[in-house]
């Protein structure tokens, strides 16, 4: 679970860098006049893809292993576990502990790749401005 999302992360972000990237050189669709719109839209709509489908992902696993009756306590409990939050409202069996810790785990990860892709959409408008 967590390579393939991580996997899928990487691939949408440097999808987006490129388009940007693209989108910086050639001046379409009026980039010239509103580079950090256009730069933090589209870092938002690949942040949240990524987040919600791995909180999605997280949370079909419990309940296809049969850890959640319904979908409500699974997608809960896959948000709290992949934010760290961790409240302890609802909790895994004893023999399937290890696997929220691996949602955190993976939540910590992601988080990091957010920053590092945020870190790169932010330098963009002033890539034009080097020697």
Do not use: K
């Not at 896959?78 to 939050?85: A, E, K, L, N, R």
């Amino acid at each position: 679970m967590m390579i393939v999302s991580l996997a899928v992360a990487i691939v949408l972000f440097g999808v987006a860098m490129r388009l940007l990237r693209w989108l910086d050189e050639s001046q379409a669709f009026w980039y010239s006049h509103m580079p950090l719109a256009f730069d933090l839209g589209m870092a938002t709509a690949c942040i949240l893809v990524v987040l919600t489908s791995a909180v999605w992902g997280w949370a079909l696993l419990y309940m296809e292993l049969g850890l959640f009756d319904t979908l409500e306590p699974a997608l809960y409990f896959s948000i709290v576990s992949f934010t760290t939050v961790g409240y302890g409202d609802v909790v895994l069996e004893p023999g399937w502990r290890l696997l929220a810790g691996m949602t955190a785990t993976h939540g910590l990860l992601n988080f990091g790749l957010f920053t590092a892709f945020l870190v790169e959409i932010f330098r963009l408008p002033t890539r034009s401005m080097r020697p």
